[in-house]
């Protein structure tokens, strides 16, 4: 039968104990009552996954309670969870007789007497004042209900973590008392449930320290698999500092456990060598590799064990090695990791420099910032506990470059220059340049670039001792200006208009006549007389356009529309447009063709009409316009007229 970890391995049949020992087996000292059967050597069933049965296991021999105690069992409470498994076991003293018990909720236990019970209940009887969940107890008498005096302790949750105990798999269950100080004490899986301290050989027993022990077990209308074993555990463990490594002592400590007492051990080391003392002297493993341990215990009841296995990697002895590169300040060193473990692998990593700096990576990132001789070292452990040797290289740091560069932007069509400059005394073998995705490899780099466009430069410099230094970048910019005075307009006599310019960083006006300011982008012009204004606009890298404006001046305020346009797309007159002198705003201009239908419709006074009406040319012919606008004194003009269309 398997069980979880925590349990203790189901010991073999008496019989097979018998021939692996070549001793004879003592007679079973334990009674069956009712649904009760053996399984094994040491395990029982109480009750099968059946109605209504119950089942009770004795031992023959009776106990002195005037002497401690410690059992040590295994339970198994069924895998049907919820109120669709019961009822429960019980852990019974009693000094009467091994007879069998009640079913249902009394656990097998009800009705002995005098008796003390250390009941695991999974069924909540609300005439019992049982609690909801799975509970352990300790009651007296056959009696369950733990609301009269014979509930002495509890009851608790069975599992320290609140969980069903029918999750089928096995569990421990550790029952101690302490003669001396007369104290019970239950553990469920090593965690204490349960203690008290009683006089219970004069309490319950009346004066008679002689008792039976045994377990019991019911099922009523639900039910479940219930069983319990003795427990018989093979185990061992490891000093831990122990090396599994070739050639190096290896420990072995016993740990078994048994209900009674252990008469022979039996260990098989996986490499053809055996023992059979409890600790057997330190065993040697000349050749790494992988070995299975096993270990099986034989009880004082004629019951093996089942076989405890524990899986050993002896490792190899690690070697430790590397390289290192070319070695140069402020650059991660080269390393090469060379180290090699034939068997196992590696746990730890100790690199030492002589300047006293230490690393853990298997390949760590170590900078020096300062050029010389270094030493270092590498040594490394095994996952097996197995060291390395001390791998020691020396190194010559040399010194790193360091570079800048100088260059401007530049307009386009003239040599964009860069010029690479040292910031050390570290003689340079090789420059590196790439500049718009462009290599180079001079100290000065010259190009010429027909466009205007952003480069990212990039420099960086190798020394004669191979060593490069850090990546410096830029940006610099191919420069062109667009120069834009605004578009030709009218102005009224006496009034000033503001011009706008554009397409650079830096502007000026000529002539200066009648400017507010000619190196603003945005003069105020005061004119009298027709006048032409030429703006040079300049980048930041000195990058000259020009562009010019005419400023017609009437006499105004007024409102002037041209008497015909061609709109045949050859860029002469080809849109109709106004001419608003001393108009503040523009409240709209119309044109509509002889039917009287509007064709256009604007209030801006920079647009102009292209000849068209929704998006489709109109023909050739006369077209009537009107036109309204306030001044700047805020009079309201308002103007009608024709205009010849051409095409």
């Known amino acids: 039968m398997s069980k979880s970890l925590t349990s203790v391995a189901v010991a073999l049949c008496l019989l097979c104990a018998r021939a692996a020992s070549g001793q004879v087996a003592q007679a079973n000292p334990y009674v069956m009552h009712g649904s009760a059967v053996q ?14 049965m119950s089942g009770a296991v004795w031992n023959k021999n009776k106990i002195d309670l005037t002497q401690s105690f410690d059992y040590h069992f295994n339970v198994f409470l069924g895998c ?17 007789s091994t007879s069998e018990g009640s079913d249902g909720g009394g656990l097998g236990f009800d009705g002995i007497i005098p008796s003390l019970g250390v009941t695991l209940d999974t069924w909540p009887n609300i005439e019992d004042d049982d609690p909801q969940y799975d509970h352990i107890a300790f009651q007296a008498n056959g009696d369950l209900n733990h609301a009269d005096t014979n509930n002495l302790a509890g009851p608790v949750s069975i599992l320290a973590s609140g969980n069903s105990i029918k999750d089928c798999a096995w569990h421990v269950l550790d029952v101690q008392w302490d003669a001396p100080t007369m104290t019970l004490t239950a553990s469920m899986d090593g965690v204490l449930r349960l203690s008290l301290t009683r006089n219970l050989v004069d309490s319950i027993f009346l004066g008679n320290p002689l008792v039976f022990w045994g377990f019991t077990g019911s099922t009523g209308g639900s039910y479940n698999l219930q069983q319990f074993c003795t427990s018989l555990n093979a185990g061992h463990s490891f000093p831990s500092n122990q090396e599994y490594c070739e050639n190096v002592p290896i420990t072995f400590t016993d740990s078994s456990t048994s209900f009674g007492s252990i008469v022979r051990w039996y260990w098989n080391f996986g490499d053809g060598d055996s023992s059979n003392l409890q600790n057997p002297p330190p065993h040697i493993y000349p050749t790494p590799g992988v070995y299975t341990v096993t270990q099986n215990v034989l009880g004082n009841n004629g019951c093996l064990s089942d076989t405890n296995k524990t899986v050993l990697t002896i490792g190899s002895f690690p070697v430790a090695s590397f390289t290192v590169g070319n070695a140069c300040t402020d650059q991660p060193l080269p390393l090469v990791n060379k180290s090699i ?61 360091q570079v800048t560069f100088t260059g401007e932007s530049v307009c386009a069509g003239l040599p964009l220059t860069l010029s690479g400059n040292p910031l050390s005394a570290v003689p340079i073998r090789q420059w590196y340049w790439l500049v718009g995705g462009i290599p180079y490899s001079t100290q000065t780099i010259s190009h010429v670039y027909n466009q205007e466009d952003t480069l990212n430069a990039s420099l960086w410099a190798v020394s004669t001792l191979g060593c490069s230094s850090d990546t410096v970048t830029q940006t610099v910019e191919i420069q062109a200006s667009h120069a834009f005075a605004g578009r030709d307009t009218a102005v009224a ?27 603003l982008p ?13 703006v040079t606009a300049a980048s930041s890298a000195g990058c000259l356009s020009s562009a010019s404006v005419l400023i017609k001046v009437y006499k105004g305020p007024a409102i002037y529309v041209p008497g015909a346009f061609t709109p045949n797309g050859d860029g002469n007159n080809d849109v109709l447009r106004i001419v608003a002198v001393g108009i503040s705003e523009l409240q709209y201009f119309r044109v509509f063709n002889r039917w009287g239908q509007e064709v256009y419709h604007s209030t801006d006074p920079q647009a102009g009409w292209d000849g068209t009406a929704a998006g489709h040319p109109v023909p050739s012919g006369t077209y009537v316009w009107s036109v309204r606008g306030t001044d700047l004194s805020g009079k309201v003009l308002t103007k009608q007229g024709t205009v010849l269309l051409i095409r």
């Open 522 to 534: 945005d003069p105020i012009a005061t004119i009298s007389t027709d006048t032409r204004y030429t």
């Open 39 to 52: 399984n094994s050597c040491n395990c029982y069933t109480l009750t099968p996954q059946q109605n209504f």
């Open 341 to 401: 473990d034939s068997v196992g692998r590696f746990a730890t990593w100790s690199w030492a420099l002589s300047n006293g700096q230490t690393f853990s990576d298997s390949l760590p990132s170590i900078v020096l910032t300062q050029p010389g001789g270094y030493t270092l070292q590498l040594s490394v452990v095994s996952a097996e506990g197995c060291p390395s040797n001390v791998s020691t290289v020396l190194l010559s740091v040399n010194p790193s470059p």
């Open 493 to 519: 006599l006496g009034y000033p208009i503001q011009l706008q310019a554009s397409g650079g960083t830096t502007y000026t006006w000529s002539p200066p006549t009648g400017l507010s300011n000619p190196d």
């Open 80 to 96: 049907t969870a919820g109120q669709a498994g019961a009822d429960g076991i019980a852990f019974v003293l009693q000094p009467v």
